[in-house]
């Protein structure tokens, strides 16, 4: 079963600053990018299981050919994944996990 998915608003920003930094990088790779975290969250989606826990109710799941993790919870009853974060791989995950829920 596929669950739903939301993005919290620091996810968001993270997510739309990485974009911006990417497309001024080169043309089109911001689309580039874009497409591997959908394709990553539409994974997720599919089976939440299959990528570890990382800290606590956390899991995370690497992006495809981009130094980026997608840091997200799964609520059951409302079979949806919460991201929480979508964040470069050279900062401190740490910070991430201690965001309010």
Not at 13 to 34: C, H, M, N, P, S
Not at 37 to 57: A, E
């Amino acid at each position: 079963m596929n669950y739903s998915f939301v993005l919290r608003e620091e996810a968001s920003k993270e997510f739309a600053e990485a974009y911006v930094w990417y497309e001024e990088q080169r043309d089109g790779l911001g689309i580039t990018f874009e497409l591997a975290v959908y394709d990553k969250i539409n994974l997720i989606c599919q089976n939440p299981l299959h990528y570890k826990i990382s800290y606590k109710k956390y899991h995370q799941a690497v992006v495809e050919r981009f130094p980026f993790v997608v840091v997200y919870t799964i609520n059951e009853k409302l079979k949806q994944i919460v991201v929480f974060a979508i964040f470069h791989t050279s900062r401190n995950p740490q910070k991430q996990f201690r965001r309010k829920n």
